[in-house]
């Protein structure tokens, strides 16, 4: 299932079912293996977080490692 405003770049590759959350942003050439969270951004192969967008601050942050 792919939410609402979720933006897929080119070359993207969707494996199984996965649930792409709200807001959320996938890299061109990325593999979605997994789900993904709302207002997040992933990139790679296998896709892995880049950024999440903090609704508060109205920015895209860096994850904690």
Same mark, same amino acid.
């Given at each position: +299932?792919i =939410? #609402? #405003?979720? !933006?897929?770049? #080119? /070359?993207? *590759?969707?494996?199984?079912?996965? @649930?792409? =959350?709200? =807001? &959320?942003? *996938?890299? %061109? /050439? &990325?593999? *979605?293996? @997994? $789900?993904?969270? %709302?207002? @997040? +951004?992933?990139?790679?192969?296998? %896709?892995? @977080?880049?950024r999440?967008? $903090?609704?508060? %601050? &109205?920015? !895209?942050?860096?994850? /904690?490692?």
């Amino acid at each position: +299932m792919i =939410g #609402d #405003d979720v !933006w897929i770049g #080119d /070359n993207v *590759v969707i494996v199984g079912p996965v @649930t792409i =959350g709200q =807001g &959320s942003i *996938v890299a %061109a /050439n &990325s593999v *979605v293996r @997994t $789900d993904i969270p %709302a207002f @997040t +951004m992933v990139g790679g192969i296998p %896709a892995r @977080t880049i950024r999440r967008f $903090d609704q508060q %601050a &109205s920015r !895209w942050e860096r994850p /904690n490692p």
